[in-house]
């Protein structure tokens, strides 16, 4: 199926009329992860230290441009318990959070009644949720360096989550390897359809309207990498009609 196709389905998904409204729920998902953001940047250690990083990096670059030589001082990372704990826990409850929102975005593409309740649904795979998005990032890491085997690992395992939401009764690494099998000879095209979207990333990043671009590429994203799943399993939801109205 063509990307095109995908993301005229998505956006139909989207666009059609329920109660409760989409864009609501997304709006409430998207402050829970603010929320959880600012928790890890203010009160962790990591957070702080990257932060702090992140400030100095800003702070050469600009001394670089205007002709002086910029600090290579690192900032102090001091260990704590507390510092550790408001990185860890708020990270696994953004892992938990966003696999909810997959189980909510799921469920409206199948065509059922989905709730607000459905954001927190994730815990019901708590255990299996934090495997699968543990194995991913650390072997997305281990590649991170050169690049293209990070991206080969993120197509590799990218339908683990839907697998497990299919089979609730399976075990987390039979959700990767599942979906390693299932992307043979379609990674090439994954990687196409993640490279479509760089587009809104990027303009998701602009201060002022970033919170807004999220509101709409978020489901929008969602549904469409939803759709792509739906193709490769040849699962095929009625399509729902595409409406302008009653948006809010």
């Not at 992307?183 to 196409?192: D, P, V």
Request: aromatic share 16%; hydrophobic share 50%.
């Amino acid at each position: 199926m063509r990307i095109r196709e995908l993301k005229r389905q998505a956006r139909a998904c989207i666009l059609t009329p329920r109660r409760p409204n989409l864009f609501l729920i997304s709006m409430l998902y998207i402050l829970l992860l603010i929320a959880l953001m600012l928790l890890v940047t203010n009160l962790s250690t990591p957070g702080r230290f990257l932060s702090e990083m992140m400030t100095r990096s800003v702070a050469a670059m600009d001394t670089l441009r205007r002709g002086g030589t910029p600090t290579t001082e690192l900032p102090a990372f001091v260990f704590s318990f507390p510092g550790i704990f408001f990185f860890v826990v708020p990270l696994i409850f953004q892992w938990i959070l966003e696999l909810g929102y997959l189980i909510y975005a799921r469920g409206t593409v199948k065509g059922e009644t989905m709730s607000y309740r459905s954001l927190f649904e994730g815990f019901n795979y708590f255990f299996k949720a934090i495997v699968i998005r543990f194995v991913k990032a650390m072997l997305v890491l281990v590649g991170l360096p050169l690049i293209l085997p990070a991206l080969w690992v993120l197509a590799t395992f990218s339908q683990a989550n839907l697998l497990l939401l299919d089979n609730p009764d399976r075990g987390a690494f039979w959700c990767l390897n599942q979906s390693r099998r299932l992307m043979r000879g379609h990674k090439i095209a994954y990687l196409l359809l993640f490279a479509s979207f760089l587009g809104w990333e990027l303009l998701a990043t602009v201060p002022f309207i970033s919170y807004a671009v999220w509101l709409w590429y978020r489901p929008y994203s969602t549904f469409t990498y939803i759709g792509y799943y739906n193709h490769l399993t040849g699962q095929t939801p009625q399509e729902p009609e595409w409406k302008r109205p009653g948006m809010f």
